[in-house]
């Protein structure tokens, strides 16, 4: 069992609907990620927080807005999404940076979205 | 010249064979290095951290080489289970893990 858990494992949703990806650790890591994974492809970084804080986001579109709201969960809330945004999103945890183990991540089981 | 760059494969390659990966990184800074592994439609697992002065586990031999700014994977008596996915991931100083596309090794019986 991954000591990342992500909700809901699978998603469907329209253009116009908001929506939400949870996520939770409980490992005492302070830098948890969200990637985007679409087939075939590698995972592809769109946010970092690190204590709680977002310390990278890599020019993704307003319509994907994360929220930290403590050291456990990362949300990823979700709202007029395009069909190409349909892909595997990823959470991850790490140490925080300069900690030893700062780069080593676990990833959650991820969250399938399709987007109609 | 891509930041880490992987031979996509496949790699088909009979139970018991011996198989080898490898990859090349641009970021001479880079000071972090691994394979992860991620089975058809599940989520990437840490396979193993790589040292510099090369380390094993198990049927798994993983090496650096700075001076060429490439790693290696090296995988022995190869199963049928060890069927994945193998990322190269690299960080370089304060930059954020990178991903290789990845490595398809298919394991026959």
């Known amino acids: 069992d991954t000591e990342v858990t992500q909700t809901p494992k699978h998603l469907v949703m329209g253009m116009t609907n908001k929506k939400s990806l949870k996520c939770e650790q409980h490992m005492g890591h302070r830098a948890m990620y969200w990637y985007k994974q679409k087939a075939k492809k590698p995972p592809e970084l769109m946010f970092v927080y690190s204590y709680e804080k977002l310390s990278i986001n890599e020019s993704v579109p307003s319509r994907f807005s994360p929220e930290c709201p403590n050291s456990s969960l990362l949300n990823l809330h979700l709202h007029a999404l395009q069909p190409e945004d349909s892909a595997l999103y990823l959470c991850?945890?790490?140490?925080?940076?300069?900690?030893?183990?700062?780069?080593?991540?676990?990833f959650g089981a991820g969250s399938r979205l399709t987007v109609l | 010249r891509k930041e880490v760059e992987q031979d996509p494969g496949p790699f088909n390659v009979p139970e018991g064979a011996t198989v080898a990966f490898n990859c090349t990184y641009s970021?001479?800074?880079?000071?972090?290095f691994f394979w992860y592994r991620q089975d058809c439609r599940k989520e990437p697992k840490l396979l193993m951290s790589?040292?510099?002065s090369g380390n094993e586990d198990g049927r798994f031999t993983a090496q650096l080489n700075r001076a060429s700014q490439y790693i290696s994977l090296l995988i022995r008596d190869s199963k049928l289970s060890d069927s994945a996915t193998y990322l190269c991931?690299?960080?370089?100083?304060?930059?954020?893990?990178?991903f290789g596309k990845g490595t398809r090794l298919s394991v026959i019986a």
């Open positions: 790589v040292y510099s």
């Open positions: 970021n001479s800074a880079s000071q972090s």
């Open positions: 991931v690299v960080n370089g100083g304060n930059t954020p893990l990178v």
């Open positions: 991850a945890s790490s140490q925080a940076p300069g900690q030893s183990g700062a780069n080593v991540l676990t």
